[in-house]
């Protein structure tokens, strides 16, 4: 090959790599334009554990909605709730039907496994949750970000467990929705502080630049999705 032949032959090596590279990345563009992130919360204090298995049966429903790219990740408020133990389940919906309904399947049965077995814990870390979700979301390249937390909405932390008293600033823009929000003794003998609890996480929440929502029920929260 002449000299003036290499220099066409791998000038047509860099336009064709050019070109595989800008159709990959105009593919996961693509991809993440229609693509949704949902991280589910689980609020397993002892005054909510009553619910686990309801909110268990609506994030199984709300998984059969996942289309493919889709990411779905499941992790429950304990103690101390930012640590890696505390998560469930995380994956990312593949392309093919078949292997897609295959993964929810198996992840369902994951969460029916983990509600057979599952304990209540002493203390509620609401904030330790969320800061965790937040991070997971920021990571997925998505057009939405949406966190679903069941929970009472009762936050109790352990001597050892220190938050900042504000919600962190990687929220921005995500969805939080706040569903089966229980009633507590104390809001029965007190209807005001039942009002005043939603308030008080919906102005953090706002604060910290995301949308509030409260979803009344599991009806209310697969409509959301199955409608998306």
């Keep these: 090959m002449t000299q003036l032949g290499r220099r066409v032959f791998n000038t047509g090596l860099l336009a064709t790599a050019a070109t595989g590279s800008a159709l990959a990345v105009g593919a996961c563009e693509e991809r993440s334009a229609t693509a949704s992130a949902v991280y589910g919360l689980l609020d397993v204090s002892k005054s909510y554990f009553r619910e686990v298995d309801k909110a268990l049966r609506t994030l199984r429903v709300t998984m059969g909605f996942m289309r493919a790219h889709d ?58 949750a969320l800061l965790q979700a937040a991070q997971h979301l920021a990571a997925r390249q998505a057009a939405t970000h949406t966190i679903v937390l069941f929970s009472d909405l009762e936050e109790d932390l ?31 003998r007190e209807p005001a502080r039942y009002a005043r609890r939603l308030d008080g996480w919906r102005q953090l929440v706002e604060a910290a630049g995301a949308r509030w929502r409260v979803a009344p029920d599991a009806a209310a929260v697969t409509s959301l999705f199955r409608d998306s």
């Design 71 to 128: 990411s779905f990740a499941v992790a429950e408020i304990g103690a101390c709730s930012f640590t890696d133990e505390a998560v469930l389940l995380s994956f990312t919906a593949p392309d093919r039907p078949t292997e897609r309904q295959r993964l929810v399947a198996a992840y369902g049965q994951k969460l029916a496994d983990y509600g057979s077995r599952a304990k209540p814990a002493g203390y509620t870390d609401i904030r330790g």
């Design 158 to 188: 352990p001597a050892n467990c220190r938050r900042d008293p504000n919600l962190p600033a990687t929220l921005r823009g995500m969805e939080v929705i706040a569903t089966n929000v229980t009633r507590l003794p104390e809001d029965n």
